[in-house]
Nanobody, 126 residues
Framework: QVQLVESGGGLVQAGGSLRLSCAASGRTFSTYVMGWFRQAPGKEREFVAALRWSGRSTYYADSVKGRFTISRDNAKNTVYLQMNNLKPEDTAVYYC???????????????????WGQGTQVTVSS
């Protein structure tokens, strides 16, 4: 049974930092794409960042480029999202997702992902 468990959310002031973690279990994820999405109140879920577990390339939404970094720890089967210089508009529930076969051009589409975590709340105060 695949499980993705997010942690690390919380309340932070604008300009601050948080690191989210996504612990993956239940199968071998070496060929998977791992993504982070977020959903703010009253808005649709949106892509934040993604990487292929076995590759080096990373992908970001324009709104977070230069501020957020996605990374992985193979030994811990964990994906991270380091978030710096947070802004109030970053406030959302953040979700980790895993997809088995996703073309590079489709990394930002939530419909391409097979598994989802339960989400972790990030609140940025002004």
């Amino acid at each position: 049974q695949v499980q993705l468990v997010e942690s690390g959310g919380g309340l932070v002031q604008a300009g601050g930092s948080l690191r989210l973690s996504c612990a993956a279990s239940g199968r071998t994820f070496s060929t998977y794409v791992m993504g982070w999405f977020r959903q703010a109140p009253g808005k649709e879920r949106e892509f934040v960042a993604a990487l292929r577990w076995s590759g080096r390339s990373t992908y970001y939404a324009d709104s977070v480029k230069g501020r957020f970094t996605i990374s992985r720890d193979n030994a811990k089967n964990t994906v991270y999202l380091q978030m710096n210089n947070l802004k109030p508009e970053d406030t959302a529930v953040y979700y980790c997702a895993a997809g088995r076969t996703i073309a590079t051009m489709s990394y930002s589409s939530e419909y391409e992902y097979d598994y989802w975590g339960q989400g972790t709340q990030v609140t940025v105060s002004s």
